[in-house]
Every structure is written in structure tokens, then in C-alpha cells.
Nanobody
Framework: QVQLVESGGGLVQAGGSLRLSCAAS????????MAWFRQAPGKEREFVAG????????GYADSVKGRFAISRDNAKNTVYLQMNSLHPEDTAVYHC?????????????????WGQGTQVTVSS
């Protein structure tokens, strides 16, 4: 069992930055793959970024590539999402997720555990 708690969301103007954090507890953090997903009102939850257990392998949705960066600190049991150059279309609830696979996946059903989410609102 892994419990995930996100923080760091808020209201920011277009072009601004936010850093999301996801603190994990339970099973050994270094043994799980982590990812960030987001869900905007009326839309399906979509993959944003994923990171391997070691942190050496990372992937991003095309819509955020070059603006967002995912990282993890296994000593602190935490995964981060640095979001720069935010656009109004980035507005969504951001969820972190974990799974015991060997590599991150872009598919929602691959993840076993989810956090409650943190709201990110980008004003124009």
C-alpha cells in the first residue's frame, strides 16, 4: 500500500511557475514508478509526466514538454513537478500516481495508487 499526498497547487498568472510535490508513505518509495496526471473540468484524466524508480528515465506529454520537469528524491519519499511558462489550458486538478512496474506508463490503468489531487489554476 502506498499513500500519496499532493501539495503546491494554487492560482498563478499565465507565464508563471508552480512546483508541485507529492509525498509518499507506505511501501518503499524507491520501488515504485511515479507519474503526474491532470484532469480539467469535463475532460478525461491525462498523462503529464512520468519517472522511473531511479529517476534516470523521464517522459512528458507533448503539451508540457520543455515547460515541465518531473524529479524525485527517494531519500525524502517525494516526487516533484516543476511547471514553468504556465498556460491557461494547464488549469486542472493534478494527481500523482504510483505503480510497481519496471517503467513509467502513460496509461491511467497502469497505476495502482492515486493521490487526491491539487488544484492548479492559471489565469490569462
Amino acid at each position: 500500500q502506498v499513500q500519496l499526498v499532493e501539495s503546491g497547487g494554487g492560482l498563478v498568472q499565465a507565464g508563471g511557475s508552480l512546483r508541485l510535490s507529492c509525498a509518499a508513505s507506505g511501501r518503499t518509495f524507491s520501488g515504485v514508478v511515479m507519474a503526474w496526471f491532470r484532469q480539467a473540468p469535463g475532460k478525461e484524466r491525462e498523462f503529464v509526466a512520468g519517472i522511473s524508480r531511479s529517476g534516470l528515465s523521464r517522459g512528458y506529454a507533448d503539451s508540457v514538454k520543455g515547460r515541465f520537469a518531473i524529479s524525485r528524491d527517494n531519500a525524502k519519499n517525494t516526487v516533484y513537478l516543476q511547471m514553468n511558462s504556465l498556460h491557461p489550458e494547464d488549469t486542472a486538478v493534478y494527481h500523482c500516481a504510483s505503480q510497481y512496474g519496471l517503467a513509467y506508463s502513460r496509461l491511467r490503468h497502469a497505476y495502482h495508487y492515486w493521490g487526491q489531487g491539487t488544484q492548479v489554476t492559471v489565469s490569462s
